[in-house]
């Protein structure tokens, strides 16, 4: 891919219509609206509830953590190992509420550690994220995001069928 005038001008942020830090802020909205998703679940549905086939809630929040750490670090450091394999988060899986949101908080600080050390040039940069998807790395950023969105849509409507409702989702505070 060429080089883009955001990468010739890096240092001018004029030019973006959306800078990384108010990408971050965006992501990271995202995540504590999921976070209060996962704290409406009770105990016992989180991990075993379903619907039409699809998989448990917790399942689904392993997903995205699966891609958020190594994403993140991905988009740094152009290192990308295959999906779910080798990452810090590989392993037991948490078999508690309170362990999964550990798990979500730790993948969260990674998050704001590790993202103040990618270069701006690094998301027009093509790359196959996880081996696999490849796409300019601001694309694969925005489908970290979406695709917490679309598990988390599917969160609500467990949340619904339980009697549960969920919690406001344009509420990122």
């Known amino acids: 891919m ?11 942020l004029s030019t973006l219509v959306i800078t990384a830090e108010e990408l971050l802020n965006h992501w990271q909205g995202h995540r504590r609206v999921t976070r209060r998703v996962i ?3 009770p105990e016992d549905k989180l991990f075993t509830y379903s619907i039409g086939g699809m998989r448990p809630f917790s399942e689904l929040v392993m997903e995205m953590i699966h891609i958020a750490g190594p994403g993140v670090k991905g ?17 037991a899986a948490p078999q508690t509420k309170t362990e999964l949101l550990a798990l979500w908080d730790k993948v969260t600080t990674e998050i704001d550690t590790v993202w103040p050390q990618i270069p701006l040039h690094r998301f027009h940069e093509v790359e196959a994220a996880f081996g696999q998807y490849e796409d300019s790395l601001y694309s694969s950023v925005l489908y970290f995001i979406d695709n917490e969105i679309h598990h988390r849509g599917q969160g609500y409507v467990y949340l619904r069928s339980l009697g549960i409702t969920p ?5 990122r505070s």
């Not at 060429?2 to 001018?12: F, K, V």
């Not at 740094?76 to 990452?87: L, V, Y």
Request: hydrophobic fraction near 35%; charged fraction near 25%.
């Open 39 to 41: 704290e409406a679940f």
């Open 2 to 12: 060429a080089t883009t005038n955001i990468q010739a001008q890096e240092t001018d």
């Open 167 to 171: 919690p406001a989702f344009y509420d």
């Open 75 to 91: 988009v740094a450091t152009g290192e990308w190992k295959s999906f779910g394999e080798g990452d810090e988060f590989t392993g």
